[in-house]
């Protein structure tokens, strides 16, 4: 647990004044904070059930003449593991009274959980009820000592902590059972239904698990794609701008961002892919081959609407007419093909030689965070070493690019032939056949192959299987001649 804010707020909890406080106002004051802190609580999947809700139905724990109901019981996932007992400022808050009020919760069957607190916004202490001397706290902690000791308070009953040490205890418990055995047997049993137990439970742990990353996946492109929404087709050719791909999902994203805008409009948004790529005060873009491949797609697809049909079709006839020769005769678009075919086969390499950072990098993020914690971020950028590959596949050729100065064909050439050349000289360590792209792991298709050839045919060939408008599928069928197919093989 840390950060600012949480730090400001154990100080105000430690300095705070009970004087003339309800119970009432404590827990709201107090104790919500510190479940909250704990992990508990709202913008969490740890739902904290209340007085109300845990009434128990007759029979009910009593004590002489007295129903006790818990005030607080934290859940992790749901699953009770601990009570949270809360009293006024009281002389002895640890007296027989209020350790049995509490002990009758935690051990009532319909309840049974091993930890509880006991905590009066002075005081707090944390008991372990299936040890012997379970009346004596493991911790006992005046509110002032929350700043400096609260991380052990966390270690107890933290959301992310309470299962990993409940399960310590519980093996513990097991061991003295065990070792009370004389049956050999009983050994072998035990194991077998330890791994059973572990087998049954494990399908919901595993969907746990890919719940938690998927939230957080889908928070994250949630507001990644509001911001590429609100940049329109700016916002989105900067965000696909990479040397790997173009997705069919990503081409009718670019063709839906042009038709949400009224038709006098248009035009001018699907021009924004070529805006997006070209730095300020130039005019040449910085495009890579495979978002020219998703503009070809857009233009086709868009070849059919308001507004901008003809600019469309006009568009992708010539975009059509580049990519079937290489850019021939546009010296500086060779020049950049030549590079970013270059470039795409460098970035996969340096990821395929760091791998082993890679690895350690992720081995120690794993160690260092919870685990909730772990799947949450690994949702929101990705933590796991192959990421990391991932990232520098794809990122580091558009870094190097970027750093090309002047942006003239004999520069270009020259960086072309730099890269080419340590490539030469690059080793292609083993293990890397299945990584991406897929049967081509040092993208050796692209050191003497046409990639964007390949991917405008293949785009064309799967285009007119995506829309309903002949005369889309017809130019798409045209376009596709000029690659040296016929329109009959669609």
């Known amino acids: 647990m840390g950060g600012v804010d949480a730090r400001n707020e154990l100080e105000l909890l430690a300095s705070y004044d009970f004087k003339d406080r309800n119970e009432a106002e404590i827990r709201g004051d107090w104790i919500d904070p510190l479940l909250r802190l704990l992990g508990y609580g709202l913008g969490t999947r740890h739902r904290i059930l209340r007085e109300s809700q845990l009434r128990l139905e007759p029979p009910v724990r009593m004590i002489g003449s007295t129903r006790y109901e818990v005030d607080y019981l934290p859940t992790v996932f749901g699953h009770r593991l601990w009570i949270i007992e809360a009293k006024k400022p009281v002389q002895d808050l640890f007296s027989d009274e209020h350790l049995g009020q509490a002990w009758s919760y935690a051990t009532d069957p319909r309840v049974r959980v091993p930890l509880m607190m006991l905590c009066d916004g002075t005081r707090l202490g944390i008991f372990d009820v299936t040890i012997e001397a379970w009346s004596s706290p493991v911790l006992d902690l005046k509110k002032e000592d929350l700043p400096t000791a609260f991380d052990r308070v966390f270690e107890w009953l933290g959301a992310p902590r309470v299962a990993e040490r409940i399960r310590l205890h519980q093996l513990e418990h097991l061991r003295l059972a065990l070792e009370a055995q004389i049956d050999l047997g009983a050994l072998d049993r035990t194991v077998e239904a330890v791994n059973g137990m572990v087998e049954e439970i494990r399908p919901a742990v595993?969907?746990?698990?890919?719940?938690?990353?998927?939230?957080?996946?889908?928070?994250?492109?949630?507001?990644?794609?509001?911001?590429?929404?609100?940049?329109?087709m700016w916002g989105h050719a900067q965000h696909v701008n990479e040397p790997m791909g173009p997705s069919w999902g990503g081409i009718l994203r670019a063709v839906e961002i042009v038709k949400r805008v009224v038709?006098?409009?248009?035009?001018?948004?699907?021009?924004?892919?070529?805006?997006?790529?070209?730095?300020?005060?130039?005019?040449?873009?910085?495009?890579?081959?495979?978002?020219?491949?998703?503009r070809l797609g857009c233009a086709v697809l868009l070849s059919d609407e308001d507004g901008c049909a003809e600019y469309c079709e006009r568009a992708a006839r010539e975009a059509a007419a580049t990519h079937a020769t290489a850019f021939d005769g546009n010296d500086l678009l060779v020049a950049t093909y030549r590079l970013q075919r270059a470039l795409g086969r460098l970035g996969w390499r340096m990821a395929a030689l760091n791998q082993p950072k890679f690895d350690d990098l992720a081995a120690k993020l794993a160690d260092t965070l919870d685990a909730e914690e772990w799947l949450r971020r690994d949702g929101e950028i990705g933590l796991t070493a192959y990421d990391q590959y991932n990232r520098t596949a794809r990122l580091l050729p558009t870094m190097i690019q970027a750093q090309v100065n002047p942006w003239t064909p004999e520069v270009i050439m020259g960086v072309a032939t730099e890269v080419e050349s340590q490539l030469e000289q690059m080793a292609k360590p083993a293990g890397f056949e299945n990584r991406q792209p897929i049967g081509d792991p040092w993208l050796e298709s692209w050191k003497d192959g046409d990639p964007l050839r390949e991917l405008s045919t293949a785009l064309l060939t799967d285009l007119p299987g995506r829309t309903e408008s002949e005369r889309v599928r017809t130019l798409a069928g045209e376009l596709l001649g000029l690659f040296g197919h016929s329109s009959a093989t669609l």
């Open 263 to 294: 038709p006098i409009i248009r035009v001018r948004e699907f021009d924004a892919i070529e805006r997006a790529t070209t730095p300020r005060g130039s005019d040449d873009s910085r495009m890579w081959f495979s978002l020219r491949v998703l």
């Open 206 to 232: 595993a969907e746990r698990r890919r719940e938690i990353r998927e939230e957080a996946r889908h928070r994250v492109e949630s507001k990644g794609q509001a911001a590429i929404d609100a940049a329109g």
